[in-house]
């Protein structure tokens, strides 16, 4: 039976491990013999990286002013994979989770799917809504597919876009 000592990874080791094997007899005068292997570490899956997301952070909310056009870059997601990057494992692609459409408040937002760049699709009003919530994916290409998600708030402030209105009803003064 062959033990080892600690776990054993093929993560970032492209070279075998070397293994010497000694065998002993328990005679009056011990014989022994050595063998050398080499070992060599596969993944099971070679989709074993998970995802992770790294910018929007845990519980980050983010602000931005209203009536900013169609298009402004509001956050650029980052997000790593343990898996080599020049494989399908280790490619990351982005999308909001659904597909945007149903979901009100991320049809608000476009995301780039391989940039994983959020912008905005119109300009948006804070009188009319002052908060939006969207889920963001990243998952990699690999099968099987491995995912993350992360929740990010976007409030807006208010910007000076109103003019300003009398109260009171005219009143006009005779002479």
């Known amino acids: 039976m062959l033990q ?35 070992l060599f570490i596969t993944d099971v899956s070679s989709n074993d990286g998970i995802p992770t997301i790294i910018r929007p952070e845990i519980g980050e909310v983010i602000k931005i002013a209203e009536n900013l056009p169609a298009g402004t870059v509001i956050l650029s997601v980052e997000a790593v994979d343990p898996d ?4 399908d494992s280790g490619k990351l692609r982005y ?4 597909d945007g459409t149903m979901d009100f408040d991320q049809r608000h937002f476009a ?34 597919q491995q995912h993350s998600s ?3 708030t976007i409030n807006i402030t208010d910007e ?5 209105q009398f109260k009171r009803p005219k009143v006009r003064l005779g002479y």
């Open 150 to 152: 992360r929740s990010l």
């Open 95 to 98: 999308s909001f989770l659904g």
């Open 84 to 87: 080599d990057p020049s494989t």
């Open 4 to 38: 080892v000592s600690k776990a054993l990874s093929s993560k970032g080791r492209s070279e075998p491990y070397k293994v010497i094997i000694t065998a002993t007899d328990h005679g009056e005068l011990p014989l022994s013999s050595d063998v050398h292997v080499l």
């Open 111 to 144: 995301i780039d799917p391989l940039k994983g760049v959020i912008t905005t699709r119109s300009p948006l009003d804070r009188e009319t809504q002052d908060q939006y919530t969207v889920i963001i994916m990243v998952k990699d290409l690999g099968s099987p």
């Open 160 to 164: 000076d876009d109103h003019s300003p």
